[in-house]
């Protein structure tokens, strides 16, 4: 059943994301890890900010997980990013 634990452990950091509730990074990482996608994002605290940063910037901002599959401790998503910007900016 390691699969599905994991499954939904990827399953809650999406929630993250698409809710905004940056109190999740405590739960679903530890305080060890790194983005692969962007290294100078390291633990928690890191991603906390990112989260807030993207959810400031797109406040919509929603990834559909498409598929899911797991196999071992790895974990892979297939996902769509949904937002729209707010503006940055006035004339």
Known sequence: M?????????????????????????????????????PEVTGPEDVKQAVSRIRSAFPDFYISIVSIVSEGDMVALRGTVHRAQQAMWSS
């Open 2 to 38: 390691e699969s599905e634990a994991n499954k939904a452990l990827v399953r809650r950091y999406m929630e993250m994301w698409n809710t905004g509730k940056v109190e999740l990074a405590d739960e679903v990482l530890a305080s060890d890890w790194r983005g692969h996608a962007h």
